[in-house]
């Protein structure tokens, strides 16, 4: 893109239709402007659908009538309420909506359209009649025709039939009611008697259970001889064999706390028996008749020895020999210390030993009875298990017979119930008096107006979608994706180009809407780039007769009125036109020079170096304006434009002139324009609103694009105004501008005269 218009970015945008349209999908007013151009069509086709819907309405009233007569079936909530309870249980909306939506489709299922049909009132129907007594044709109607329909916030289903007889429409759907709520009613109540048999069976089984339950209890008691296994309520109770095991639990203890005492105490005495005295040893020593007696006669002959000490003095033979006798007592006091404390030591480890013998024997005698006492509580505990598994099992047999009476009561109360079948009829249906929606006339007047409106809407867009002619500056944008220089209005849009040349309107017609469009064009051009970069110009198209010749002629007249000079060549060797255009003026000193009449040179003659660049150039006959025609047809048109001699053609020519304009051959037919396109500054693509698709215009950018050509934009030739379009409101105005213009200079041209 950046090879395709290297400038154009620095363009300045012109008016609508001129600059660079950005559209890239169909606008609002696009799309008016499409109704605009329709019209008529889409008028035509309105009232078409309005005359079909009269039409439709009226042969509908008159050979297919259609009444529809409607009744409703009150449905329940699908939960059971319980008979024992006034209150009925709460159920969420979308649970009942959901039971009465199957309730609906139970209606239409197939067996119940079947049964509908085998019933003595639907076959003497004439509706029955018409379907030819075919079963499988009348489910078809039905399936149509009768309906089922769940209402979300009410509690009923309503039921319709529709058919040609407003009478036979009621009886069927009455019909089907009746038929359904007794199948309903006849399901629901053989649902409850299965349930109640089994349930009564179930009670039986329960009942043999709960025999076999008691004769278990019995059978326990016989079996460990222990009547008093049941554990009595609301109290704390223990058996006595509980008890004496406890009691003896708790002698038990007594005795081995006692046992223990004793071997601690003989532990202690056997220390005692080699250690010091103790203090009980020491009591019984002072209380020995022997130590008292020894003891006195050791105070009364110390007594003695005190007064023979004071008599006769320490050496005294009595004073020694009493001193002989007290350490005698002493000594004898001293062994039976002994003696009494050894007697002692071993007077209580002998009674100690001998208590826990006592204790031991006890202790043994007690374990026994103890162990008895355990295996009894065994016995007592496996007996109370065995009896507990069977109160359990008793106990759960009672607590289920009950239930299973109570649920008996409450299927043979719901049996008898009237709410049992969840349904309930309201009444009979009423005989419609009018036909149905579908054959009202407010539905088929506006309905087929609306129809053939949008039919004709439709076809109004389709006619455009399936143009794919590139007519207007949204195609150009939406499509090409290149700057759009300008429009060229078609000739019949002009009143003023009608009776001249297209390729002179500038010239001859100077005040004409074509003529401002190429001014509009040169302008657009030259704010496409500078001066340099539009020094060679290529205009080309991709067919033949797209007007790429009109576009250079009347471009090269507007540089030429701006003061420009240019050179207009002729590079289409296979259809030259600009010979006809602007035709020779011969000289006799061109004809003395060659020697030869009517002989012409041109591009071909330059280019096979028949001629020099300047003998081909000829005047165009507008001052300004100078032609090199295209010679005769050469053999290599394709070579000889793509040479280095047109490249140094166009290289001398650029210092003589401001611009060189050369209309060039159609792209998509000769390779001409491509050999052209590398050796120009850039090109300019002429596409024909009536006669170029987006297809040809988009092949012939890529065509260009293959070569590297700079296309600096495109020329939208012989568009025509459309009704909503911009170029109808733009050539109006413009008429009227060149109106008041045309009095001004009228009325100056008169005062100059004057």
Not at 511 to 539: F, I
């Amino acid at each position: 893109m950046a090879e395709e218009r290297p400038i154009a970015s620095k363009r300045i945008p012109g008016p609508p239709g001129q600059g660079f349209p950005v559209a890239a999908s169909m606008t609002s007013k696009e799309a008016m402007g499409i109704l605009r151009r329709h019209i008529f069509l889409i008028f035509f086709l309105t009232m078409l659908g309005v005359v079909a819907g009269c039409a439709g309405w009226y042969l509908l009233q008159k050979y297919f009538p259609r009444y529809t007569s409607t009744t409703y079936i009150k449905v329940l909530p699908p939960v059971e309420k319980d008979p024992m309870d006034i209150v009925a249980p709460q159920t969420q909306k979308d649970i009942i909506y959901g039971y009465r939506q199957s309730i609906a489709n139970l209606i239409k299922q197939q067996s119940s359209l079947e049964a509908l049909l085998n019933s003595d009132v639907v076959k003497e129907t004439q509706w029955f009649e018409r379907r030819g007594r075919s079963t499988r044709k009348a489910v078809k109607y039905l399936n149509r025709y009768l309906s089922a329909y769940a209402h979300r916030d009410a509690e009923f289903v309503e039921v319709s039939m529709t058919c040609r007889d407003a009478r036979e429409a009621k009886e069927i759907v009455d019909e089907m009611v009746r038929l359904f709520i007794a199948k309903q009613g006849s399901v629901k109540r053989g649902e409850v008697s299965a349930e109640l048999v089994i349930l009564e069976e179930r009670q039986a089984r329960v009942k043999a259970e709960l025999d076999a339950a008691d004769k278990g209890l019995d059978d326990v008691r016989v079996r460990w001889d222990i009547t008093d296994l049941a554990m009595p309520a609301g109290r704390n109770f223990q058996h006595t064999i509980t008890l004496k095991l406890n009691e003896l639990e708790l002698e038990k203890n007594t005795l081995e706390l006692g046992i223990r005492q004793l071997s601690a105490d003989i532990a202690n005495l056997k220390d005692l028996a080699t250690g010091p005295i103790t203090e009980q040893v020491q009591y019984a020593i002072e209380r020995d008749a022997v130590m008292v007696t020894l003891a006195q006669q050791l105070a009364f002959q110390e007594a003695q020895l005190s007064a023979k000490l004071t008599k006769f003095g320490e050496n005294h033979r009595d004073v020694l020999q009493m001193r002989e006798q007290i350490e005698e007592i002493k000594k004898r006091r001293e062994l039976r210390k002994v003696e009494i404390g050894e007697l002692t030591r071993r007077a209580n480890l002998a009674n100690a030993r001998d208590g826990l013998h006592v204790l031991q024997e006890r202790f043994e005698l007690l374990e026994k009875k103890r162990q008895e006492a355990v295996a009894q509580k065994k016995d007592l505990d496996s007996a109370r298990v065995q009896y507990d598994q069977r109160l359990k099992i008793r106990d759960e047999r009672i607590v289920m017979l009950d239930l299973i009476k109570e649920q008996v009561e409450k299927l043979k109360m719901l049996h008898d119930s009237p709410d049992t079948p969840k349904v309930q009829g309201i009444g009979e249906a009423p005989i419609p008096l009018e036909m149905s929606f579908s054959r009202q006339w407010y539905l088929w007047f506006p309905g087929g107006t609306m129809l053939g409106l949008m039919f004709g809407v439709g076809l109004a867009f389709l006619i455009e979608m399936v143009n794919d002619l590139v007519r207007t500056p949204s195609d150009v944008a939406r499509y090409l994706h290149i700057p759009l220089l300008g429009v060229i209005p078609d000739a019949s849009e002009d009143s003023q180009v009608r009776r001249i040349e297209l390729c002179h309107a500038v010239r001859l017609a100077p005040y004409s809407v074509t003529s401002e469009s190429y001014r509009r064009c040169r302008t657009n051009l030259k704010l496409s780039g500078t001066a340099e970069s539009l020094k060679s110009l290529l205009v080309s198209s991709g067919m033949a007769g797209d007007g790429n010749t009109s576009v250079a002629v009347n471009l090269a007249a507007t540089f030429v009125a701006a003061d420009k000079k240019v050179l207009l060549i002729d590079a289409n060797f296979r259809q030259p036109k600009l010979e006809r255009l602007f035709p020779k003026i011969q000289t006799d000193i061109l004809e003395d020079k060659l020697g030869v009449e009517g002989f012409d040179f041109g591009l071909s003659s330059v280019l096979m170096k028949q001629c020099g660049f300047q003998e081909a150039i000829r005047p165009g006959g507008i001052e300004g304006l100078d032609i090199i025609d295209c010679g005769p047809l050469p053999a290599n048109p394709a070579e000889l434009l793509g040479s280095p001699r047109m490249e140094e053609l166009l290289g001398r020519q650029r210092n003589n002139y401001d611009h060189i304009i050369i209309d060039g051959p159609p792209v998509l037919l000769v390779s001409d324009a491509k050999a052209l396109a590398r050796l120009v500054d850039t090109t300019v693509l002429v596409i024909n609103a009536a006669a170029t698709s987006r297809g040809a215009a988009q092949r012939t950018i890529r065509e260009f694009k293959e070569v590297n050509a700079k296309i600096i934009g495109c020329v939208l030739f012989a568009a025509r105004s459309m009704k909503g379009g911009y170029f109808n409101e733009q050539f109006k105005s413009y008429r009227k501008y060149e109106k008041k213009a045309k009095k001004a200079r009228k009325a100056a041209l008169a005062a100059g005269l004057t």
